[in-house]
């Protein structure tokens, strides 16, 4: 007598509508559409494509944030990274040296940053949080050194017009609606998604969020993974230092500032796992649309009530604690 066993195999829908992306996207567009029918001018055309311009470099080092969490890391140095880049390129173009070079120069710079930051947590074992709190005040410290605590614009050689290719990217809209810097966010988070997707190095990052021991068993090599994904988010942080050149035309000692904990919350409310193992760039880019959409969302007068910053930035906090919560809770069930 034999007996069968039936397995119940769930849809496509069904494991769709259980995964982290599908919940806050359906939030984000609750949240969106509440807001287009009760203001008069989140609709518009100009405040639409200046919340895709608020969210892009947050956006594109959510992407590095990404990469990193999923390991089981944490950078809290990519925007000082990025501001020191930004910065390298403004000192360099004021000086004479032409826009090719001083860009060139941006990502070397950020790439270092990124294997010191890489070599640090990984041959010293000093925690990621600690290592990259440290490099973070060395990184913003030596471009405060470098540019003497003052601005530096991106101007042309008569020192009154600023530099055209920059320009274009913190103004130009492709198709007369769609931003440049929405459209550099896009294609580096398309980039990603199939890097994590696809490649080899993309699958040895969830395997090392796992478990590193786990990672040295399945013959990974986790010292140069380690020292690439680090460094990959260095390459990340030039893009986001050149878009901060062209968002607001020139480098400050603050640039990027702040960023940092935006990018994490981003990839966080997204489902990424700060334990490590999990993670997703669609996650990430909805995590990052959710909080672009809040944040308009208080300045564009929903039912006639403008909303504080201060305000914002406590329900910000608390959509964090959530998803952090959240991401506890499952892992328990897990374990």
């Known amino acids: 007598m034999t007996t069968t066993t039936k397995t119940k195999t769930s849809s496509p829908l069904s494991r769709m509508m259980k995964r982290s ?3 806050i996207g359906l939030v984000v567009v609750a949240l969106f559409l509440f807001v287009l029918f009760t203001s008069d001018t989140f609709g518009s055309k100009y405040n639409l494509m200046n919340l895709t311009k608020q969210g892009a470099i947050v956006g594109v ?14 950078d809290i140095s990519g925007g000082a990274i990025s501001g020191l880049g930004c910065m390298t390129m403004a000192l360099l173009i004021a000086g004479g040296q032409p826009v ?8 070397v710079v950020c790439i270092a940053c990124g294997f010191i930051n890489g070599t640090i947590i990984f ?41 055209k290719v920059f320009e274009t990217i913190g103004d130009y809209n492709v198709f007369g609606f769609l931003p440049i810097l929405a459209c550099i966010w896009i294609l580096v ?11 080899v190095f993309g699958r040895d990052l969830f395997v090392i969020g796992s478990g590193i021991e786990v990672a040295r ?28 050149a062209g968002r607001i035309l020139r480098a400050m000692p603050n640039t990027g500032d702040g960023y940092d904990m935006n990018a994490i919350a981003a990839a966080v409310i997204g489902g990424a796992s700060l334990a490590g193992g999990r993670g997703a760039i669609t ?9 672009a959409v809040i944040e308009n969302a208080g300045k564009s007068r929903p039912l006639g009530i403008e909303i504080s910053d201060y305000i ?24």
């Open 100 to 107: 090719w070079l001083a860009v060139v120069v941006n990502f």
């Open 21 to 23: 992306e599908f919940t």
């Open 312 to 335: 914002l930035e406590v329900i910000t906090g608390i959509l964090i604690i959530v998803a952090v919560a959240m991401d506890m809770v499952k892992s328990r069930k897990k374990g």
């Open 217 to 244: 068993l399945s013959g990974i090599k986790v010292r140069k993974t380690f020292y690439l994904v680090y460094s990959a988010a260095g390459l990340i942080y030039g893009v986001a230092a050149i878009m901060f």
């Open 61 to 74: 080092l959510a992407v590095a944030q990404t990469l990193i969490i999923i390991t089981g890391g944490i």
């Open 189 to 199: 988070a398309v980039i990603a998604f199939l890097v994590l997707r696809y490649t």
């Open 123 to 163: 041959d010293l074992k000093v925690p990621a949080m600690i290592a990259t709190l440290g490099t973070q005040t060395i990184y913003r410290g030596i471009l405060k050194l470098l540019c003497g605590g003052n601005s530096v614009s991106f101007f042309e050689a008569d020192g009154k017009t600023f530099i």
């Open 283 to 291: 996650g990430t880019f909805i995590g990052t649309l959710l909080m």
